[in-house]
């Protein structure tokens, strides 16, 4: 089928999962799209890895490749203009495994935390490459095709109901932007998101295997494709417009 557009969940540094899932796709052609939701970095072992495969994919790939922006990417340009220690040191964030991918040191062990050189250089975000930070900054937030709106995180709310991407006024929120009311609620052009992993996303509006809630989460008009990837879950990719979807589990 030409036309056809293969969207990917948060990957957070899970090179081995994304290789698994890209190798369940049919074979791709030049009339294809892949677009990736963001999250590229943080928790999994190999951020560095990932990176390095997907900005690859430019020049390896017939398809036309999109990369969005997730919060993570977002989060991490802050640190390197200002500072977001509120960001940096949380363990659940998995900053710390990113800083040992890019210095080519082992993942940390369960428990394990960052000594005081580790910890100045996770603060100061310095150790990301300046070609990598120039690459997250660079990134769409948003992008659009007949088959649906692609974007981290969600779309906001408007006085008048939830806005299209092109009318948000400070993007960045679209990497952000996390509530109830737009799974419950949203009814238009279909988006596809990650950022909020499936298991939080209401089961009874799911039409996707309703019996799994860590599985794909789609609505009458919005598709969830966090599973869990860099959380002991799994990563997951959708073709559009069939519907047909590939894990890494």
Not at 76 to 96: N, S, T
């Amino acid at each position: 089928m030409a036309g056809r557009t293969f969207a990917i969940g948060d990957i957070h540094g899970e090179l081995g999962k994304l290789r698994t899932v890209m190798s369940k796709f049919p074979p791709i052609d030049a009339q294809d799209t892949l677009v990736f939701l963001g999250d590229y970095v943080n928790r999994g072992p190999d951020s560095r890895g990932v990176l390095d495969t997907l900005q690859s994919l430019k020049s390896s790939s017939p398809a036309k490749v999109i990369f969005l922006r997730g919060n993570h990417e977002d989060a991490w340009l802050r640190v390197r203009q200002e500072g977001w220690d509120e960001f940096v040191f949380p363990p659940d964030h998995g900053c710390f495994a990113t800083l040992r991918s890019f210095l080519g040191g082992p993942p940390p062990e369960p428990g394990e935390k960052p000594n005081d050189e580790e910890m100045g250089m996770m603060a100061s975000g310095e150790f990301l490459p300046e070609d990598v930070i120039q690459w997250m900054g660079a990134l769409p937030f948003w992008y659009e095709d007949e088959h649906a709106i692609y974007v981290h995180a969600g779309l906001p709310k408007g006085p008048k109901g939830f806005l299209h991407p092109k009318e948000v006024y400070n993007p960045t929120v679209l990497a952000w932007v996390r509530t109830d009311d737009f799974t419950r609620n949203y009814h238009g052009k279909r988006v596809v998101f990650g950022h909020t992993p499936v298991a939080y996303l209401p089961p009874e509006l799911s039409d996707y295997t309703p019996e799994d809630p860590t599985d794909v989460w789609q609505s009458d008009s919005a598709i969830g494709l966090d599973t869990g990837c860099g959380k002991s879950g799994f990563l997951t990719g959708i073709e559009l417009p069939s519907g047909a979807v590939f894990e890494s589990r």
